[in-house]
Antibody, heavy 118, light 107 residues
């Protein structure tokens, strides 16, 4: 059974940093691109980032470019999202998502809540 | 960015009803369109990919159609577990984008 378990969310002050982790199991982690998607309270889903299976060529949405960095450690089956210069508007549930192999997402983690507030 | 617009934003329906949700893209996205179901407090679940392909394990009462810019999600014979919010998503052009969601409520 495919499982994605995020961790690292919490309360942080504006301007602060946080690192999210996502541990994958039940599939060959190193073979798949991985994504981050977030959802602010009551809002639509927002696509943030993709990292290829070998960690090359990450893509970032404009809203997080230059502040967030995606990485992965295939030896640990773990995906990361380093978030810096956090803003109030970054408050959301952050989901780690597995690429289906043909472009969209087939499995989502349970999400981790990030709250940016003073 | 490609804008995805769903209609309606919400609807009320009864168990057994046939429901159709529409999604329109601001540019041609070919067939690179997925549909997700999200229950309150839960992660989204993939229902349909490539506009009309049913994800493994998803009941056959769900179906998708369309290409280019206009797409539909149809639920035949709505079941109690289908009351949720549905999102379309394009994966033709980065950044991938989602519709605003359609909330299906019990009449």
């Amino acid at each position: 059974e495919v499982q994605l378990v995020e961790s690292g969310g919490g309360l942080v002050q504006p301007g602060g940093s946080l690192r999210l982790s996502c541990l994958g199991s039940g599939f060959t982690f190193s073979r798949y691109a991985m994504h981050w998607v977030r959802q602010a309270p009551g809002k639509r889903l927002e696509y943030l980032s993709i990292i290829t299976s070998n960690g090359d060529s990450p893509f970032y949405a404009d809203s997080v470019k230059g502040r967030f960095t995606v990485s992965r450690d295939n030896s640990k089956n773990t995906l990361y999202l380093q978030m810096r210069s956090l803003r109030v508007e970054d408050t959301a549930v952050y989901y780690c998502v597995k690429d289906q192999g043909s472009g969209t997402f087939d499995y989502w983690g349970q999400g981790t809540l990030v709250t940016v507030s003073s | 960015d490609i804008q995805m617009t769903q209609s309606p934003s919400s609807l009320s329906a009864s168990v057994g009803d046939r429901v159709t949700i529409t999604c329109r893209a601001s540019q041609v996205i070919n067939y690179f369109l997925a549909w997700f179901q999200q229950e309150p407090g839960r992660a989204p679940k993939l229902l349909i990919y490539a506009a009309s392909s049913l994800q493994s394990g998803v009941p056959s009462r769900f179906s998708g159609g369309g290409s280019g810019t206009d797409f539909t999600l149809t639920i035949t014979s709505l079941q109690p577990e289908d009351f949720a919010t549905y999102y379309c998503q394009q994966y033709n052009t980065y950044p991938w984008t989602f519709g605003q969601g359609t909330k299906v409520e019990i009449k």
